[in-house]
């Protein structure tokens, strides 16, 4: 159980172009979903967390109107780079979470992005 | 300030036994994740302590000491497959997961 898809696995746009993400959990229902960006070689680091329903919360030097995240039931959350540019070309991954606090979270398999 | 600290890179042998140390400072506890990933994917879950204790699962362990804000992570009967990175993780006291930059770990044959 606790499977998490992402699509698509792989992106290439041109520069200005604006690139949707999804993330859905399978079989589990998901309040909270996570979206992580990881550049080579480095670790993940966390964009921001939506709970269903409610509006995104953006960590510190994210801006929140070039990535836009809809979390709008408990299976799907999207997230849209608007107007791309080359450095945002990056690996892209969600993760889900049940209802406790403490539950694991379970990651989506990627989104990796390339803008030209 | 919050803080992870785990090696960067670990070599070991096939069919020997490797312990990725973790160590941590973060504003409250809510317990500690191992992710496993490999090259080019995604994390997968591995284990979760919250308590003291060695947690087993298999050829992988996992072990929390709280008061020395300390684990480990111990992979037995190394195989070729087991070469990816080793992510800990904390549940800070908001539940969020700060992450440590990872361990990557090389087996050789």
Known sequence: ?116 | GQNIDQPTEMTATEGAIVQINCTYQTSGFNGLFWYQQHAGEAPTFLSYNVLDGLEEKGRFSSFLSRSKGYSYLLLKELQMKDSASYLCAVSDSNYQLIWGAGTKLIIKP
Not at chain 1, 57 to 84: M, P, R
């Open chain 1, 1 to 116: 159980g606790a499977v998490v898809s992402q699509h698509p696995s792989r992106v290439i746009c041109k520069s200005g172009t604006s690139v949707k993400i999804e993330c859905r959990s399978l079989d589990f229902q998901a309040t909270t979903m996570f979206w992580y960006r990881q550049f080579p070689k480095q670790s993940l680091m966390l964009m921001a967390t939506s709970n269903e329903g409610s509006k995104a919360t953006y960590e510190q030097g994210v801006e929140k109107d070039k990535f836009l995240i809809n979390h709008a039931s408990l299976t799907l959350s999207t997230l849209t780079v608007t107007s791309a540019h080359p450095e945002d070309s990056s690996f892209y991954i969600c993760s889900a979470r049940t209802g406790t606090s403490q539950e694991t979270q379970y990651f989506g398999p990627g989104t990796r992005l390339l803008v030209l």
